[in-house]
């Protein structure tokens, strides 16, 4: 999804550079293209790391903090992001984020790049899924957190 979304939105605006003359079309539609681009890629997720009580998601200049206490469950579930609806966020160029919502979990938020390495992390009042290199170790890090408090 990324490639391919990457070559539409940068591969546009290379073609109407090499197109002259420009007229003011060509210059909104390349600067749309391209700040599209650069605002996906500001999202875009780069890993995950555990910090105390604190699951850090890294982004490419900020990290987003994810409290874990009052976690109720932890379970790998490679289905759990299918058949879900996008409500508000990025369904797939540098990363899959944003409110999500399927029949399995309901509402949630995800942090995600790869779908079938889904973990799901669910709260009383809200639910998270997080996609880990390694679901079973990152689950198995989470739960002993769980367990401690």
Same mark, same amino acid.
């Given at each position: 999804?990324?490639?391919?979304?990457?070559?539409?939105?940068?591969?546009?605006?290379? =073609?109407?550079? #090499?197109? +002259? *003359?420009?007229?003011?079309? &060509?210059?909104?539609? !390349?600067?749309?293209?391209?700040?599209?681009?650069?605002?996906?890629?500001?999202?875009?997720? $780069?890993? &995950?790391? !555990?910090?105390?009580?604190?699951?850090?998601?890294? $982004?490419? !200049?900020?990290?987003?903090?994810?409290?874990? #206490? %009052?976690?109720?469950?932890?379970?790998?579930? *490679?289905?759990a992001?299918? =058949?879900?609806?996008?409500?508000?966020g990025?369904?797939?160029?540098? #990363?899959i #984020? %944003?409110?999500?919502?399927?029949?399995?979990?309901?509402? &949630? $938020?995800? =942090?995600?790049? @790869? *779908? +079938?390495?889904?973990?799901?992390? +669910? =709260?009383? +009042?809200?639910?998270?899924?997080?996609?880990? @290199? $390694?679901?079973?170790?990152?689950?198995?890090?989470?739960?002993? !957190?769980?367990?401690?408090?």
């Open positions: 999804m990324t490639l391919a979304f990457s070559l539409l939105l940068l591969g546009i605006p290379a =073609y109407l550079l #090499s197109v +002259k *003359p420009w007229n003011n079309t &060509y210059v909104i539609t !390349i600067c749309t293209l391209i700040s599209v681009f650069l605002g996906a890629l500001l999202f875009i997720i $780069r890993g &995950y790391t !555990i910090s105390g009580n604190t699951l850090l998601v890294h $982004r490419l !200049i900020w990290n987003s903090r994810i409290d874990l #206490s %009052g976690l109720v469950s932890v379970e790998i579930n *490679p289905e992001m299918s =058949y879900s609806i996008r409500t508000f990025n369904g797939g160029l540098f #990363s #984020s %944003g409110l999500y919502r399927n029949k399995t979990l309901g509402s &949630y $938020r995800a =942090y995600a790049t @790869d *779908p +079938k390495r889904a973990v799901v992390l +669910k =709260y009383k +009042k809200r639910t998270i899924v997080v996609t880990p @290199d $390694r679901p079973d170790v990152f689950a198995a890090m989470i739960e002993s !957190i769980v367990q401690e408090n």
